[in-house]
């Protein structure tokens, strides 16, 4: 698991294929990689990879065609920057909202327009994750926690404060670029549990005794 609070920008540093898919090898910067062992989990702009091999300034992680094809790193290419983030220790605090790392769709950057001081993104993603996406809830974009402004049909905005676009890869991002999408994983249990007619009434006493009303 892991919390969408990005801990390095790093960069795609090489793409060898073998044997049908890819071996990718990542330069993380300035990552701590001290902590980290063989097999432990790396999240790279949201797609969650295994480290094979080590070395004192990156790391190799095998990655095979569904997840070249399911994700934007089988568009990227040597010299790409990408988010890094080690996989959630039971200690650490949770910053952001938990994400599994497993990459639900690919979206899209539609505008970027300044916002005051921020800036204020609007993507769109495929018509079957929009109905998990609600305003004011949580979503993943690049590996990213964000928060939801406001949703309009398949597509969604939300604000980048400078500290977060400086310190993502969200720099090198254009209108028209592909990102990762992650939906928060509770709107995909209460769908599970209102098909299986196992959701709790919503009247108006259930929200008053949970705090909602």
Known sequence: MFTGIIQSVGRIARL??????????????????????????????????????????????????????????????????VNLEKALRLADRLGGHLVSGHVDGVGKVVSITPDGRSLRWVFEVPAALSRY??????????????????????????NLIPHTVEHTAFHARRAGDAVNIEVDVVARYIERLIAGGEAPRLDEAFLKQHGFA
Do not use: M, W
């Open 133 to 158: 996406i609600a305003a004011k809830g949580s979503i993943c974009i690049d590996g990213t926690s964000l928060t939801v402004n406001e949703v309009n049909g398949h597509r969604f905005g939300v």
């Open 16 to 81: 060898e294929p073998r044997g049908g898919d890819v071996r990718l090898y990542v330069d993380t910067a300035d990552l701590d990689l001290s902590d980290v062992q063989l097999g432990d989990s790396i999240a790279v702009s949201g797609v969650c990879l295994t480290a094979v091999t080590l070395e004192p300034r990156g790391f190799s992680a095998d990655v095979s065609n569904e997840t070249l094809s399911l994700t934007t790193l089988g568009k990227h290419k040597a010299g790409d920057p």
